[in-house]
């Protein structure tokens, strides 16, 4: 199976902040990797599919980048409702894995 | 916009069945494009996909390795809706359970997902 990693596990920043985030697959994934946001008792959000492009309706602050194996997920400004944790997730030959996530809080 | 409205106990006890439904609206559960999918999050196994059912020209499954002895994943076209059921759980089962639409295009990705069900498995 194809492990994800994600780094940092956690991270505080302050508002206006420029965030990264990176996701690393086990063996070369192509595009197929989504980012995702999850609130504290609620359901993911998509916000970045294939990589790179931006799902409808997501601010574009947020952007993601990256082929392969390494990945990047960035917010460019970071405001106080983006506090959450972010997910990676890859799709390849019928198995699904997300990333352990990174939890992002404000300094 | 699609809406999934989950339904189902939230207590079951270690070696029994586990039922879960998904409601569809605003999509069908016949879709051509569509996949209908339940992933599962614990503290101890992080998001863990789970399994899908979808249509193309008949029905198709896909279940995990981890579950897929256990697990079985319904359409049923009359309500529009899903199922989630999964035998003989212990209470590494213990999770917050969700169903989620995979749009079918592209990669596989999940852009509307249910409220989220906390299933406990305990005596």
């Known amino acids: 199976d194809i492990q994800m990693t994600q780094s940092p596990s956690s991270l505080s920043a302050s508002v206006g902040d420029r965030v990264t985030i990176t996701c690393q697959a086990s063996?070369?994934?192509?595009?197929?990797l989504n980012w995702y946001q999850q609130k504290p008792g609620r359901a993911p959000k998509l916000l970045v599919y294939?990589?790179?492009s931006l799902e409808t309706g997501v601010p574009s602050r947020f952007s993601g980048s990256g082929s392969g194996t390494d990945f990047t997920f960035t917010i460019s400004s970071l405001q106080p409702e983006d506090i959450a944790t972010y997910y990676c997730?890859?799709?390849?030959?019928?198995?699904?894995?997300f990333g352990p996530g990174t939890k992002v809080d404000i300094k | 916009q699609v809406q999934l409205q989950q339904s189902g106990p939230g207590l079951v006890k270690p070696s029994q069945t586990l039922s879960l439904t998904c409601a569809i609206s605003?999509?069908?559960?016949?879709?051509?494009?569509?996949?209908w999918n339940w992933i599962r999050q614990s503290p101890s196994r992080g998001l863990e996909w789970l399994g899908r059912?979808?249509?193309?020209?008949?029905?198709?499954?896909d279940y995990a390795v981890s579950v897929k002895s256990r697990i079985t994943i319904n359409p049923d076209t009359s309500k529009n809706q899903f199922s989630l059921q999964l035998n003989s759980v212990t209470p590494e089962d213990t999770a917050v359970y969700y169903c989620?639409?995979?749009?079918?295009?592209?990669?596989?990705?999940?852009?509307?997902w249910g409220q989220g069900t906390l299933v406990t498995v305990s005596s």
């Open positions: 989620a639409r995979d749009r079918g295009v592209g990669s596989t990705l999940f852009d509307y």
């Open positions: 605003g999509d069908s559960i016949s879709s051509k494009t569509a996949a």
């Open positions: 059912t979808y249509y193309r020209s008949k029905w198709f499954n």
């Open positions: 063996q070369d994934i192509s595009n197929f």
């Open positions: 294939d990589a790179s």
């Open positions: 997730q890859q799709y390849d030959n019928l198995r699904v894995t």
